[in-house]
């Protein structure tokens, strides 16, 4: 049987930083006016005040700091709270397109491969930005790669389950290189007049390489040793925007339609879930946490990594062990285990064992125990 490793990865990041700070100031601004502009009816009980915020609030809940953003303009206007995204014309790369290729062409350096020797393009993230063609398609036209692609719509677990798609492919020998990309734009469907959830999200594309072992050459390389998924329906973290809107005529831009989540809830039953799937797939293995040099954790939230990791270590995990991105990038969707990974593997020594693992909205979770060639 053919062995698969992963043989490079990268992170692009977009040109702006937006801070906890700026965030906070242009929320605040809108609450103010929002209760000032409705001071009767929130006096009568007719309508709720909006409560504010503070960056001490956001650091504390979520470990987030800052978030890289594609376009800052607009967002922090209290009258727009939305970014100003230039339509493109359909002859011209697609923004997203333009994200993927950017973080693709990074990791192909780092495998040492060139786009002729990659068979499948896969693009897996929360949203993509139209229905067809597939963005897939498009970075394979503007990269010269022949073969095909296609794009997977998974939320947070977008990532590892391409990776998963991309090592049974190579396993069974109908590919030999598979580039994955993870596009987050997730800016667009942030609801920055939501105080639980106007904070959460980042714009970030990362890219990795899985290949043929016998075709590889790059410095860095790791054994997937095993790949584990599994999905259990829930409402709890939800975005209901879509084509079928212009039959509804619904708002296509109410609160329903951006991101929602329930995020006590989700916590709750997320962080047990994670953890189990997490030593169930290490002990068909016949491995245990203790076994792990590294976790490269879905960066959704701090607190949900933290109770994870002491969950199956017994104790807690140090940053070098289970590091956080989440301070510089915030939510990146499918992207953050990912980011967490290109930025911390290459201290591993031969033989070392990790874990990739994501986990989000579906309920879906994934994971990859890989091995340091």
Not at 69 to 93: F, Q
Not at 151 to 172: H, N, P
């Amino acid at each position: 049987m053919t062995d698969v490793v992963i043989s490079g990865s990268a992170v692009w990041n977009p040109p702006h930083v937006l801070t906890n700070e700026e965030l906070v100031g242009a929320y605040n601004g809108y609450a103010e006016q929002f209760n000032a502009q409705n001071a009767d009816a929130i006096a009568a009980g007719d309508v709720d005040a909006v409560p504010t915020s503070s960056a001490e609030f956001i650091q504390k809940a979520s470990g987030i700091k800052q978030r890289y953003i594609y376009c800052k303009d607009g967002v922090l206007d209290i009258n727009r709270m939305r970014p100003i995204i230039p339509e493109r014309g359909e002859d011209e790369l697609s923004h997203q397109a333009e994200f993927a290729v950017n973080a693709a062409r990074m990791a192909l350096t780092e495998a040492n491969k060139e786009a002729s020797d990659v068979d499948v393009v896969i693009v897996s993230c929360a949203y993509t930005e139209r229905s067809y063609p597939a963005i897939a398609i498009e970075v394979q036209a503007e990269l010269g790669i022949e073969g095909f692609g296609f794009d997977m719509l998974v939320a947070c677990s977008a990532a590892t389950f391409a990776l998963q798609r991309a090592y049974e492919m190579v396993k069974a020998g109908t590919a030999k290189t598979v580039l994955v990309i993870n596009p987050e734009l997730t800016s667009p469907q942030v609801n920055y007049r939501d105080r639980d959830g106007h904070f959460i999200f980042g714009d970030v594309a990362t890219a990795i390489i899985v290949e043929d072992k016998n075709n590889c050459t790059s410095k860095h390389s790791y054994d997937i040793l095993s790949t584990k998924a599994v999905t259990v329906y829930s409402n709890n973290i939800r975005s209901n925007f879509g084509y079928i809107m212009h039959a509804t005529d619904a708002d296509p831009y109410g609160p329903d339609k951006l991101f929602h989540q329930s995020g006590r809830a989700v916590f709750k039953e997320v962080c047990p879930m994670a953890a189990q799937h997490i030593s169930d797939h290490l002990e068909s293995l016949d491995l245990t946490a203790q076994d792990l040099t590294r976790w490269w954790l879905h960066q959704a939230n701090i607190n949900m990594n933290l109770l994870i990791s002491k969950r199956l270590l017994g104790r807690d995990a140090t940053l070098e062990e289970a590091p956080i991105v989440l301070d510089e990038y915030a939510n990146t969707a499918s992207a953050g285990s990912i980011i967490a990974f290109s930025l911390n593997h290459q201290d591993l020594k031969t033989g070392d064992l990790g874990v990739i693992c994501s986990f989000g909205a579906g309920y879906s979770i994934g994971s990859l125990v890989i091995r340091k060639v």
